[in-house]
C-alpha cells in the first residue's frame, strides 16, 4: 500500500465553545503513521488563553518561534504526544472497529481519531475539514445497562445491534483495555463507566474504587468514585476530572472536579496530557523511565506555583504503588491537566490504580522508583527524594502519611463494600512496612 498524507483540523475547547487552532497533517502506509507535522494558525498563537496541545513539542512559551511554522514531533517521534492523547486507545479502537465492522488494528491514525467523537479525554478534538462542527456523545443518564451489555459484545467479538449502538456515541474515545464508556448522571456531570468483564477473577471494579478512596485517606488527590450494582455485575463510576462547570467569563479556582451544574453554570473543558507526552517519549520507551524522570518533566513543564506540590504528590503516589502492588503505573496512567486559574499545567488527580496480588518477595513497579531501579521498597524511594526536591526529612514524613492508611487497608475496602471473600483474593497486594522497608529507615519516620 502506497502511504498517503492527510490534513486534519485540530480544535481546542476554549470556553464554551471550539476554536480552531492549527493543522495537523500525517503520511500513513496502511495503520502505521510515518511522519506527522503541525502548524497552529496565526490567530490561536495571538491568543492570551491558547492552550499547548503539546508542552514538548508543540509548547507555546515562545510564541515567536511557532508563529507560522510547520513543526514536527521531538525525539524523531512519528506523532505528537499531545494528538496521541486526544485518540482512542484500546477499548476506543475496539469499540470504532465494531462499529465499522472493520479487522483489529487495520485503520489508519487519522481514521481513529476523526470517528473518536468530541467527547474525547481532554480538550482537543480533531476533524476533516475548519468547517466540520463537533460530533457529541449520547451520554445518557439510564443506559449503563445497554452500554455494558454492548461491552460484552464487543469484547466477545459479536455484533452490537441497535437498539445497543450508543456505545458508538459514548465508547469510541475512550482508553485503557477493559470496557468502558461515557455516561451523565442526572444531574448532568460527566463520568467515565469502568464495566466488570466476564473474564475477571477478581472483583476490578469494587476493589478499585476502594483503592482510589484509600488513596483519598493517605492524603493524594483522586476524583469522585462509586459502584453501581447491574444485576449481578458491578460497575466503577469516576467522575471525568477533564471536565468542570463554572460560570460564563469566571475564571474558577480550587479543585474544578468538585464543581457542580446549576445556577448558569456551563461545562467547560481542561487540556490533558500524559506523563508519556510530557516526557516526549515513545510507548515502548515507558518502562526505561523512572518516578525521577516524571519530577524532572514537572519541573520543566508545569506551572511554577504547583511544581513543589506536585512533586511531593508524585513522591506520595510511587509509594503509595509500593504498598499495594500497584505495577500498572505505566507512564500513560499518569496525567496532567491545564488549568485555566493558573493558564498552565499541574499533575493531575490520581487514575487506574489497581492492587495486583502477588506473593513475590521482591517485587517491582513499572517505572523506576530510585537508585536501586524498579525495586519496589521505601528504601530505594527514600533514596530519590532529592530528585522530588525533598528533604529527606520531608520525604519520611510523606512515607509515614501514607502508610497510615494503607496499614488499615481492609477496614476502609469492608466501608467501601468490598466483601470478605474478595478482601481475601486481594490481601497479598498489601504490604507491611517491614517488609518494604529497613529498620534504619523505620527509625526515620516520625
Not at 94 to 104: D, G, H, S, T, Y
Request: glycine fraction near 8%; proline fraction near 6%; charge should be neutral.
Amino acid at each position: 500500500m502506497a502511504a498517503s498524507e492527510q490534513k486534519l483540523m485540530v480544535f481546542a475547547a476554549l470556553g464554551p465553545g471550539w476554536t480552531p487552532c492549527g493543522q495537523l497533517t500525517l503520511t500513513e502506509d496502511g495503520p502505521n503513521v510515518l511522519a506527522s507535522s503541525f502548524a497552529y494558525g496565526l490567530k490561536y498563537v495571538r491568543r492570551a488563553d491558547a492552550l499547548e496541545i503539546d508542552p514538548v513539542s508543540l509548547g507555546l512559551k515562545s510564541r515567536e518561534e511557532v508563529r507560522g511554522k510547520r513543526l514536527l514531533p521531538a525525539n524523531n517521534l512519528t506523532l505528537f504526544g499531545g494528538i496521541r492523547d486526544a485518540a482512542p486507545d484500546s477499548w476506543g479502537r475496539r469499540v470504532i472497529e465494531a462499529k465499522l465492522m472493520v479487522p483489529a488494528n487495520s485503520l489508519p491514525e487519522s481514521q481513529y481519531l476523526l470517528h473518536a467523537g468530541s467527547d474525547r479525554v481532554g480538550a482537543l478534538d480533531v476533524r476533516q475539514s475548519i468547517n466540520d462542527g463537533p460530533a457529541r456523545g449520547g451520554n445518557a443518564p439510564h443506559a449503563l445497562e445497554h452500554l455494558m451489555e454492548a461491552a460484552d459484545r464487543i469484547e466477545e467479538g459479536l455484533p452490537v445491534p441497535s437498539h445497543l449502538q450508543a456505545i458508538f456515541l459514548d465508547g469510541t474515545a475512550l482508553g485503557g483495555a477493559r470496557p468502558k464508556a461515557s455516561v451523565r448522571d442526572e444531574a448532568g456531570v460527566l463520568w467515565l463507566a469502568k464495566f466488570s468483564s466476564k473474564l475477571d477473577s477478581f472483583d476490578v471494579p469494587g476493589i478499585e474504587v476502594a483503592a482510589l478512596q484509600l488513596a483519598a485517606t493517605a492524603g493524594l488527590r483522586v476524583p469522585e468514585v462509586q459502584v453501581r450494582q447491574l444485576g449481578n455485575r458491578k460497575v466503577m463510576l469516576i467522575r471525568r476530572f477533564d471536565r468542570y462547570w463554572a460560570l460564563p467569563a469566571v475564571t474558577p479556582e480550587g479543585e474544578l472536579m468538585h464543581t457542580q451544574p446549576g445556577q448558569g453554570r456551563e461545562e467547560l473543558r481542561l487540556g490533558f496530557v500524559s506523563g508519556l507526552t510530557l516526557l516526549g517519549c515513545d510507548e515502548t520507551e515507558s518502562r526505561t523511565k523512572s518516578y525521577m524522570d516524571l519530577a524532572g518533566a514537572i519541573r520543566a513543564h508545569c506551572h511554577p506555583s504547583h511544581i513543589r506540590a506536585d512533586n511531593a504528590e508524585l513522591f506520595k503516589r510511587m509509594v503509595y504503588n509500593i504498598l499495594v502492588s500497584n505495577d500498572d503505573d505505566h507512564l500513560r496512567n499518569h496525567g496532567f491537566v491545564w488549568e485555566p486559574a493558573i493558564n498552565g499545567w499541574r499533575l493531575s488527580p490520581l487514575y487506574d490504580v489497581l492492587p495486583k496480588a502477588s506473593h513475590a518477595f521482591e517485587r517491582y513497579l513499572h517505572l523506576g522508583v530510585g537508585p536501586q531501579g524498579r525495586l519496589a521498597t521505601l528504601d530505594n524511594a527514600l533514596g530519590a527524594h532529592e530528585m522530588f526536591t525533598l528533604s529527606k526529612a520531608t520525604a519520611c514524613e510523606l512515607i509515614s502519611q501514607v502508610w497510615l492508611a494503607v496499614r488499615q487497608w481492609k477496614g476502609y475496602f469492608e466501608a467501601s463494600g468490598v466483601s470478605g471473600a474478595e478482601i481475601e483474593k486481594i490481601a497479598p497486594a498489601f504490604r507491611h512496612l517491614d517488609t518494604v522497608s529497613t529498620a534504619q529507615l523505620r527509625k526515620l519516620l516520625p
